[in-house]
């Protein structure tokens, strides 16, 4: 599904990543690990293609990324991966549906149709009776499922984590882990996430280190 070779990135000529491999099948769970600063989240960003590395090159399913044009490299994110991030980044204004629509928005879809997945996956995700709910009127745990619900709007193949039960209490943090393997088992998506929780990277197929820009 997902094929990186000898991935670089610089910074102010920092090298930040020095020479990334990752390959990763359909359907795997993965957890990305390391110290602060190892170049997790930049690895993560190349991945989701919302960064270009300086090197390498990149594959996911049939698709180069890296060499579409702006248009087509936009288009590819909104349909084909799906981003949770630590901090849910809901839009304050909004309520939850109208959040969780929008990737199905920015893609053309009907607001009737968007709705009726949003709803269908707000039931799946235990987000029953809050569609109009702002953000604020939500538990953290809730926002985080809203955020999962909008990464899965649009049925992506690949779903990229960074952190996403950073800012959860540890009851949430379960929840919201099992309910990524539950997505997996349900609707077969892959799965790459950064974390600091051991007990996640430690039930995932499998657990990559990161240290000082190279996995080890
Ligand atoms: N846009 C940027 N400009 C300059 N330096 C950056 C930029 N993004 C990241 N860096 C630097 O790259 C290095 C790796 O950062 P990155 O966020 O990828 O690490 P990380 O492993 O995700 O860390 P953490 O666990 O603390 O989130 C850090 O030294 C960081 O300061």
Redesign the pocket.
Known sequence: MIQAKNITKA??Q?E?LKGIDISVKEGELISIV??????????LQILGTLEHPDQGSYQVGEKFPFELSQKQLAQFRNESIGFVFQFHQLLPEFTAIENAILPALIRGDQKSVAEKRAKELFSFLNLRNRDDHKPSALSGGEQQRVAVARALMNSPKVILAD?PSGNLDTKNSEELHQLFFSLRENFGQTFII?T?NTQLADISDRKLE?ADGRFI
Do not use: N, Q
Request: aromatic content about 6%; overall charge negative.
């Open positions: 910074y102010d920092v930040v390391g110290s602060s600063g190892a170049g997790k989240t930049t690895l952190e950064v600091h990161m």
